[in-house]
Antibody, heavy 121, light 108 residues
C-alpha cells in the first residue's frame, strides 16, 4: 500500500525556519513527481511546491517563492520542504502528495496524514 | 491562473441525491478529479478523470463533466458521506494541481 508519512511540523516564531520531511513507501518513489499542499485552519487546499522525479523541474506557488525550497532524496524515498522566513499566514497542515499521470491526465492520488506548522510568537 | 468555483455548502437528507458542482471556463475540455476530506483526516481521491472511481469507492459516488461545469453526484446520501469535497484539475504549464474552494456536504 502507498504510504506517505510527514514529520517535522511544530511551533515556530515569525521569521523562523522549519524543515518538513515525508517518508514514502509502497511504491517506486523515484518515478513519481511529488508535491507539498497545505491547508490553513478552516480553509481549503493550497498547492505549495512540486518537484519532478529526478529533481530536474521545481515549481513553487507565489506564496512560497524565495522562502520555501522543495527537495528529494530518491535513495532514501524521502521528500523535504525547507521553510524559511516563516509568517503567521504560513500556519497550516502541510500534506505530502503524490502526482499520478495517465496519458494527458495528471492528479493527486495519494496524500499523507499531514503535519501541523504553527507560526506564532 | 485557472479558477475553479464550488458552492461553500450543500445540505441533503439521508437517502437523497447530493450534487456538488465545480465551475470553470471550458472545464469540460479538462480532466476533473474529486477528493473527499472528513474532519481531521487527509483528503482521499474519490473520482478521477471526470467519472472514474478508485477501487473501494462505492458506486453511489459518480462524476460528470461538460461545458463549464463538472458535477460530483452522491446517491442515497448517508451520514458517513458528511465531508468537504474538493474538485481538482492539473495545470500542465507549471505542473501543479489547481483546487476548487471546497464544498461542505451536510447530511441533515
Amino acid at each position: 500500500d502507498v504510504q506517505l508519512v510527514e514529520s517535522g511540523g511544530g511551533l515556530v516564531k515569525p521569521g523562523g525556519s522549519l524543515r518538513l520531511s515525508c517518508a514514502a513507501s509502497g511504491f517506486t518513489f523515484w518515478t513519481y513527481s511529488m508535491n507539498w499542499v497545505r491547508q490553513a485552519p478552516g480553509k481549503g487546499l493550497e498547492w505549495v511546491s512540486s518537484i519532478s522525479s529526478s529533481s530536474s523541474y521545481i515549481y513553487d506557488a507565489d506564496s512560497a517563492k524565495g522562502r520555501f525550497t522543495i527537495s528529494r532524496d530518491n535513495a532514501k524515498n524521502s521528500l523535504y520542504l525547507q521553510m524559511n522566513s516563516l509568517r503567521a499566514e504560513d500556519t497550516a497542515v502541510y500534506y505530502c502528495a503524490r502526482r499520478y499521470c495517465s496519458g494527458d491526465s495528471c492528479y493527486i492520488d495519494y496524500w499523507g496524514q499531514g503535519t501541523l506548522v504553527t507560526v506564532s510568537s | 491562473s485557472y479558477v475553479l468555483t464550488q458552492p461553500p455548502s450543500v445540505s441533503m437528507a439521508p437517502g437523497q441525491t447530493a450534487r456538488i458542482t465545480c465551475g470553470g471556463n471550458k472545464i469540460g475540455s479538462k480532466s476533473v478529479h474529486w477528493s473527499q476530506q472528513k474532519p481531521g483526516q487527509a483528503p482521499v481521491l474519490v473520482v478521477y478523470d471526470d467519472s472514474d472511481r478508485p477501487s473501494g469507492i462505492p458506486e453511489r459516488i459518480s462524476g460528470s463533466n461538460s461545458g463549464n461545469t463538472a458535477t460530483l453526484t452522491i446517491s442515497r446520501v448517508e451520514a458517513g458521506d458528511e465531508a468537504d469535497y474538493y474538485c481538482q484539475v492539473w495545470d500542465n504549464n507549471s505542473d501543479h494541481p489547481v483546487f476548487g474552494g471546497g464544498t461542505k456536504l451536510t447530511v441533515l
